[in-house]
């Protein structure tokens, strides 16, 4: 990450201004404002008397457990391919630079807003980047960009390759996403003006994580796709009728797309499958998100609440693969424990991949 690629992403949250590199680790406007960039890569922009919290470190343990077992792969390998049919549309719009100053855009640019671990930006941007380069190579006749796209690419290297920014209103979170993608990171409430800059993201990740449609449609260029993630009300249902999460209620995917007035559905994939999980697994899973914050009170829930603008909210998480045509494809247990043992329990997971494009105004 260097100043200026960070800088490129945000306004000012005070004055709405571009930002701008001024001096080591400052970004500030022309109006004065100034704001410190955390040596690890971000910076803070949340407003004055922020009441929302983010999720705190246990949290994330928990998360990144579960998620890097693999359990949730299926998941992001559905947001990946839809990621790359985002950028591929034809009917997409040329990406156009931020000012005069800087060059057109090469290659898409990637906000994941409610990034938490990282896991699904990392999951899209290693797509993304061999997409681009089998472009670049298609496009020249060089077989060099090919190449690289099927090396080993470590975070760093994806972020060169597709300027990204994870944004979180959890300080940790945004400081792990850093660590497994190489993007940039931005602390920020989603619930209040975003300071990001207009049209500044080809794509916009919204995985299990609140939204806000007016920003969003400020945010991502025309031509730009959002990706979200919703839960079916069958999601994790074993665990809700325990009382272990909270509940989903119907069709929260026919929701998002009423609410996302400025976008217009291209896809929209059913991932189910089965996990049979352990007792150390479920409990990853129903650490992970926000009931997490209220132990004691009778529920939990996974990931981060799944909620709109209006107030709305669906939490849920899961994890499923299914192919473009929307069919349902399971995750093989084979490498996960066993059914019949008296500590384990299958688990059905079942989300929705929605892949919108932003209309021209």
Same mark, same amino acid.
Request: charged letters at 20%.
């Given at each position: 990450?260097?100043?200026?690629?960070?800088?490129?992403?945000?306004?000012?949250?005070?004055?709405?201004?571009?930002?701008?590199?001024?001096?080591?680790?400052?970004?500030?406007?022309?109006?004065? *404002?100034?704001?410190?960039?955390?040596?690890?890569?971000?910076?803070?922009?949340?407003?004055?008397?922020?009441?929302?919290?983010?999720?705190?470190?246990?949290?994330?343990?928990?998360?990144?457990?579960?998620?890097?077992?693999?359990?949730?792969?299926?998941?992001?390998?559905?947001?990946?391919?839809?990621?790359?049919?985002?950028?591929?549309?034809?009917?997409?719009?040329?990406?156009?630079?931020?000012?005069?100053?800087?060059?057109?855009?090469?290659?898409?640019?990637?906000?994941?807003?409610?990034?938490?671990?990282?896991?699904?930006?990392?999951?899209?941007?290693?797509?993304?980047?061999?997409?681009? /380069?089998?472009?670049?190579?298609?496009?020249?006749?060089?077989?060099?960009?090919?190449?690289?796209? *099927?090396?080993?690419?470590?975070?760093? /290297?994806?972020?060169?390759?597709?300027?990204?920014?994870?944004?979180?209103?959890?300080?940790?979170?945004?400081?792990?996403?850093?660590?497994?993608?190489?993007?940039?990171?931005?602390?920020?409430?989603?619930? *209040?003006?975003?300071?990001?800059?207009?049209?500044?993201?080809?794509?916009?990740?919204?995985?299990?994580?609140?939204?806000?449609?007016?920003?969003?449609?400020?945010?991502?260029?025309?031509?730009?796709?959002?990706?979200?993630?919703?839960?079916?009300?069958?999601?994790?249902?074993?665990?809700?009728?325990?009382?272990?999460?909270?509940?989903?209620?119907?069709?929260?995917?026919?929701?998002?797309?009423?609410?996302?007035?400025?976008?217009?559905?291209?896809?929209?994939?059913?991932?189910?499958?089965?996990?049979?999980?352990?007792?150390?697994?479920?409990?990853?899973?129903?650490?992970?998100?926000?009931?997490? *914050?209220?132990?004691?009170?009778?529920?939990?829930?996974?990931?981060?609440?799944?909620?709109?603008?209006?107030?709305?909210?669906?939490?849920?998480? /899961?994890?499923?693969?299914?192919?473009?045509?929307?069919?349902?494809?399971?995750?093989?247990?084979?490498?996960?424990?066993?059914?019949?043992?008296?500590?384990?329990?299958?688990?059905? /997971?079942?989300?929705?991949?929605?892949?919108?494009?932003?209309?021209?105004?």
């Amino acid at each position: 990450m260097t100043l200026s690629l960070l800088a490129e992403w945000l306004r000012c949250p005070t004055c709405f201004r571009d930002l701008r590199p001024f001096g080591d680790l400052i970004l500030g406007c022309d109006n004065g *404002h100034r704001f410190d960039v955390n040596r690890r890569g971000y910076v803070s922009l949340l407003p004055p008397r922020s009441r929302h919290r983010g999720d705190n470190a246990d949290m994330l343990d928990a998360r990144e457990r579960f998620l890097e077992a693999g359990w949730y792969a299926p998941i992001s390998d559905a947001l990946a391919e839809s990621g790359a049919e985002a950028v591929s549309d034809a009917e997409a719009a040329p990406r156009r630079p931020f000012s005069s100053c800087t060059p057109p855009q090469p290659v898409p640019r990637v906000l994941d807003m409610g990034c938490g671990t990282g896991y699904y930006l990392r999951a899209v941007l290693d797509r993304l980047r061999g997409v681009t /380069a089998a472009h670049e190579s298609a496009s020249h006749g060089s077989a060099t960009h090919q190449t690289a796209a *099927h090396e080993p690419a470590d975070g760093t /290297a994806e972020a060169r390759a597709l300027p990204a920014l994870g944004c979180d209103l959890s300080p940790a979170a945004v400081s792990r996403t850093i660590r497994v993608t190489g993007a940039s990171g931005l602390v920020a409430d989603v619930w *209040h003006p975003l300071p990001l800059r207009t049209g500044a993201a080809d794509v916009l990740l919204n995985v299990f994580a609140p939204r806000n449609a007016d920003e969003f449609a400020r945010v991502v260029r025309p031509g730009g796709a959002l990706l979200s993630v919703v839960p079916t009300s069958s999601h994790l249902l074993q665990l809700r009728a325990d009382g272990a999460m909270l509940d989903v209620p119907e069709g929260k995917a026919g929701q998002l797309e009423a609410h996302m007035k400025a976008f217009r559905l291209l896809s929209r994939t059913l991932v189910e499958f089965d996990m049979t999980l352990e007792a150390s697994d479920v409990a990853a899973l129903t650490g992970m998100g926000p009931s997490a *914050h209220h132990r004691g009170s009778g529920a939990t829930d996974l990931h981060a609440a799944d909620s709109d603008a209006s107030g709305q909210h669906a939490d849920g998480s /899961a994890a499923s693969e299914s192919d473009a045509s929307g069919s349902t494809a399971s995750k093989s247990n084979a490498s996960g424990p066993g059914v019949g043992d008296h500590c384990r329990i299958v688990v059905t /997971a079942s989300v929705e991949v929605l892949r919108l494009q932003r209309m021209s105004a």
